[in-house]
């Protein structure tokens, strides 16, 4: 299987734009015998449907933040770019994993509601399964939180502050972390299950 992943977006001390991703991400996906590739963009943000056709899954990646809480040159072009995929993404029913970042980005497009938070930066926390009654402690590093989705997605896991930490779509395939996979937490065999189960990962 192959994979695309967003990269974080950020301007260097040269004022350029540049691309990255955390290593961790190419261990995680290795672990599960899935190829990761980066998939980048210019200021045209031209992207066809063929330029993801043949991938088995697109990553929304964390980092920063969408230009609706912070606005600027590189948030707005990351969030037109990413929402452009998001959409060729539906269209050809190619599942989505939206973490943190991309997951306030799904949230920004289908109209969630989001608020600012505070005791969810840099931190490990319990979260609480809405189904299954399950308690899972994972990582943390955001500053916004989603309070209430659209009727198309269900909650899945929620904090005690009633943010909602891992959502899915009910008729498309979008699957929403706001937790990160890639970096080590002590449920993380648990929580790379959930990835494998979602994008059928054999």
């Not at 697109?58 to 948030?75: D, F, M, T, W, Y």
């Amino acid at each position: 299987m192959k994979f695309l992943i967003t990269p974080y977006v950020y301007l260097n001390k040269y004022n350029k734009i540049c691309f990255s991703i955390n290593k961790e991400w190419a261990d995680l996906f290795s672990k599960l015998n899935v190829q990761l590739f980066m998939i980048t963009y210019d200021e045209s943000l031209k992207i066809k449907n063929n330029d993801i056709l043949g991938y088995d899954g697109i990553i929304l990646s964390g980092g920063g933040e969408i230009n609706r809480h912070k606005k600027n040159k590189v948030n707005i072009l990351r969030d037109n770019f990413e929402k452009k995929l998001l959409n060729i993404s539906i269209k050809n029913k190619i599942p989505v994993l939206a973490v943190c970042r991309g997951y306030q980005l799904v949230a920004d497009k289908f109209g969630f509601k989001q608020k600012k938070i505070n005791h969810h930066i840099n931190t490990n926390h319990n979260i609480f399964s809405v189904e299954k009654k399950k308690t899972i402690n994972v990582n943390s590093y955001h500053t916004y939180g989603i309070l209430k989705l659209n009727s198309d997605f269900k909650k899945i896991f929620t904090h005690k502050d009633d943010t909602i930490e891992i959502c899915e779509s009910k008729s498309k395939k979008i699957f929403c972390f706001m937790l990160h996979p890639e970096r080590y937490s002590k449920n993380q065999v648990y929580i790379k299950n959930m990835i494998k189960e979602f994008f059928k990962i054999k």
